[in-house]
Nanobody
Framework: QVQVVESGGGLVQAGGSLRLSCTAS????????MSWFRQAPGKEREFVAA????????PYADSAKGRFTISRDNAKNTVVLQMTSLKPEDTAVYYC??????????????WGQGTQLTVSS
């Protein structure tokens, strides 16, 4: 059974930084590509960033480029989303997902429960 768990959400002021972490267990972590998505109130879930098994490929959404950095540590079974220059429009529930099939996780892959980020203006 694969389990994905996010942590690190919270309340931050605009312009601040925050680090989200995610672990995946139940299978060899390096066999997964890992993704971050987010869903703001009243909006569809949207892609934020992904990272392949060894960190060599890291696509970002346009909204994340230059502000967010995704990284992974396979020895610690952890993927991190470092977010800087946060804006109120970054407020959302952030989801981590693991896929052993695709670089960017799909609905049938393994998803966490989400962690809330609120950015105050």
């Amino acid at each position: 059974q694969v389990q994905v768990v996010e942590s690190g959400g919270g309340l931050v002021q605009a312009g601040g930084s925050l680090r989200l972490s995610c672990t995946a267990s139940g299978r060899t972590f390096s066999s997964f590509a890992m993704s971050w998505f987010r869903q703001a109130p009243g909006k569809e879930r949207e892609f934020v960033a992904a990272i392949n098994w060894n960190g060599g490929i890291k696509p970002y959404a346009d909204s994340a480029k230059g502000r967010f950095t995704i990284s992974r540590d396979n020895a610690k079974n952890t993927v991190v989303l470092q977010m800087t220059s946060l804006k109120p429009e970054d407020t959302a529930v952030y989801y981590c997902a693991a896929s052993d099939r695709m670089l960017v996780a799909g609905p049938n892959d393994y998803w966490g429960q989400g962690t809330q980020l609120t950015v105050s203006s």
